[in-house]
């Protein structure tokens, strides 16, 4: 038997550490030899919780099934481990040390036959690994990761376009990932708004957040369908703080009821996630006479952070996320052509012009809040499979379903722009895997100042207009 005890200290809450540590979905994140993790059971983490943890160890690539057999939240937990290499017993201690977190690890391995013979030889090397491995969790649980800028290798592919493009893919996802800082941020106390959280994306989402967790507010437009979803999340995480809200974000007279009752409540909004959308391949006007593509992707998420922004000001420290698409890239912002009209109408494209222009408001908030306390910033999925693809654009999911994202690996940035602490440290980027991209990948597409301050003008006057009509 090999036997690791090893101690690292940290400046962080003992719960926030146990909560971090305990899931082992996070172990990619700080040791070295794990490049993959998942949870395999059902319902929150606890003691029979099994995760799936692959590993590269120098006698080669393993897997491990790690299962929890002690769970004492928050001060100790202890897994069990098998391969075909070893058994593992891993115990891990948590004690409030003065102002800081004492982490105690202590690992037991056990070779299995023909390889116990040669654990006097893989004593030095497991015990290396130990050391490296608690080194990296001291990292991930100090949290001081440096603001987000974006590569060479990406700034590169974005001048050239065709490389940019490719990165849209799951391949881009995966080639992002070698490179992210641990992500330990607690979300517990924090209240954040989803909209569009039924499925896809904004489910993928709803999901992460509340298993770090957040007080989720899901804002959906179908009553059952929000039940079963808030039913859902709540059996597998655990988290009871989730509700649901109705609304059809693309009637702006809900998006009015819906702001007036988070406003009478008067509960500060830490993150505000603007999700909601649809592509229409058909052209045709809500029931208040709006463009439908206008209404939902560009109209609603205005309307609905303007009027919440008195309560992202109470929270001091809030954040505002705006998904746009990838599609935008071929469109220049034109305030004459937001409402698409039948003539000639494409869905894709109608879409894509709206999300230019959120992506201008995201840019013209961040600068004109900066001295609120709110952080604005908008991200793309690049391409991920989800139901809204499937279902609007059939030859492009055709063609491309063998390398587009899942919807958890399209989500990632959202959650990363909702919960990491490097994520508050910069404000109007538009992002992509955890990067700060280029809003623009074509010359063409770039706008001037006053279509700029076209645009706000004439969002603007909606406002007055339904003030009047009042």
Same mark, same amino acid.
């Given at each position: 038997m090999i036997s690791l005890k090893e101690t690292i200290r940290v400046h962080r809450p003992v719960a926030e550490c146990f909560d971090y540590t305990a899931d082992f979905r996070t172990t990619p994140e700080w040791d070295a030899t794990a490049f993959k993790a998942r949870k395999i059971s059902d319902g929150p983490v606890g003691t029979g919780t099994q995760f799936e943890v692959r590993c590269r160890l120098p006698l080669g690539s393993i897997e491990l099934l790690y299962t929890i057999t002690e769970f004492e939240a928050p001060n100790m937990v202890t897994l069990q481990a098998e391969s075909w290499l070893f058994s593992a017993v891993d115990t891990i201690y948590f004690t409030q040390d003065g102002d800081q977190t004492r982490i105690d690890y202590h690992a037991d391995f056990?070779?299995?036959?023909?390889?116990?013979?040669?654990?006097?030889?893989?004593?030095?090397?497991?015990?290396?690994?130990?050391?490296?491995?608690?080194?990296?969790?001291?990292?991930?649980?100090?949290?001081?990761n440096a603001p987000p800028e974006i590569s060479p290798g990406s700034a590169k592919a974005d001048r050239l376009l065709w490389p940019g493009l490719a990165m849209f893919s799951k391949w881009g996802y995966r080639r992002g990932k070698k490179r992210w800082d641990p992500m330990s941020a607690s979300l517990k106390g924090q209240r954040i708004i989803v909209t569009g959280a039924t499925s896809g994306l904004g489910l993928a989402t709803a999901r992460d957040l509340a298993e770090r967790g957040a007080e989720l507010i899901l804002v959906m437009r179908n009553r059952e369908r929000g039940e079963a979803v808030v039913k859902d999340l709540k059996a597998e995480t655990g988290n009871m703080a989730i509700r649901q809200e109705l609304a059809d974000l693309s009637i702006m007279g809900e998006v009015d009821a819906l702001t007036e009752r988070l406003l009478k409540a008067g509960e500060p909004i830490n993150v505000l996630v603007n999700n909601a959308g649809a592509l229409f391949n058909e052209w045709g006007t809500t029931s208040e006479g709006l463009e439908q593509s206008f209404a939902l992707l560009l109209l609603s998420p205005w309307r609905l952070t303007r009027a919440l922004k008195p309560l992202l000001e109470a929270a001091e420290d809030a954040r505002v996320i705006n998904v746009v698409s990838g599609g935008m890239y071929?469109?220049?912002?034109?305030?004459?052509?937001?409402?698409?009209?039948?003539?000639?109408?494409?869905?894709?494209?109608?879409?894509?012009?709206c999300k230019r222009a959120l992506t201008v408001v995201t840019e013209e908030w961040a600068e004109? @809040? !900066? /001295?609120?306390?709110? $952080?604005?910033?908008?991200?793309?999925?690049? @391409? !991920? /499979?989800?139901?809204? $693809?499937?279902?609007?654009?059939?030859?492009?999911h055709t063609l491309t379903r063998f390398i587009l994202r899942t919807p958890e690996e399209g989500a990632d940035t959202i959650i990363w722009l909702a919960a990491a602490s490097e994520a508050a440290k910069v404000s109007g980027k538009l992002f992509l895997d955890r990067e700060p991209r280029t809003t623009h990948l074509l010359a063409r597409t770039r706008e001037d100042a006053s279509e700029r301050e076209k645009l706000m003008a004439f969002l603007e006057e909606f406002e007055i207009e339904d003030s009047m009509a009042a």
């Open positions: 056990s070779y299995k036959m023909p390889f116990a013979a040669l654990e006097g030889v893989l004593k030095s090397g497991m015990q290396r690994m130990g050391k490296i491995a608690l080194r990296g969790l001291k990292r991930a649980l100090d949290d001081s071929s469109q220049q912002l034109r305030v004459d052509r937001l409402q698409a009209i039948p003539k000639n109408y494409a869905g894709a494209t109608a879409y894509a012009r004109s @809040w !900066a /001295d609120d306390g709110i $952080v604005v910033n908008a991200m793309h999925p690049g @391409w !991920a /499979d989800t139901p809204g $693809v499937e279902s609007s654009l059939p030859a492009f």
